[in-house]
């Protein structure tokens, strides 16, 4: 399993963007496929995004399609995801996670980062 520790989180007004990092220790990096889910208060945890082990297949959830995009660097064993757009509904917590297939679930996730929590104003 890797370690995640997840950075970038923050208060943006809508309309505006950040981008977050995900940087990964323990095993190699490039063995796993990378992903986003987030959780909004009251709500359960949905799927954002993930990429493939080498970058070339990215997954996005309908609701953020067009507006995020998952990216990797294998050489800094980092992930990131770059939001733009923002709206008050993308307003939770996000986390990063690991697993050895690309997914769209948690099914198969074996590690999880803390949380970084994204606060979008109107």
């Known amino acids: 399993q890797v370690q995640l520790v997840e950075s970038g989180g923050g208060l943006v007004q809508a309309g505006g963007s950040l981008r977050l990092s995900c940087a990964a220790s323990?095993?190699?990096?490039?063995?796993?496929?990378m992903g986003w889910f987030r959780q909004a208060p009251g709500k359960e945890r949905e799927f954002v995004a993930s990429i493939s082990r080498s970058g070339g297949i990215r997954y996005y959830a309908d609701s953020v399609k067009g507006r995020f995009t998952i990216s990797r660097d294998n050489a800094r064993n980092t992930v990131f995801l770059q939001m733009n757009s923002l709206k008050p509904g993308d307003t939770a917590v996000y986390y990063c996670?690991?697993?050895?297939?690309?997914?769209?679930?948690?099914?198969?996730?074996?590690?999880w980062g803390q949380g970084t929590q994204v606060t979008v104003s109107s």
């Open positions: 996670a690991s697993a050895l297939l690309v997914f769209t679930t948690a099914r198969g996730v074996e590690s």
């Open positions: 323990g095993r190699t990096f490039s063995s796993y496929a």
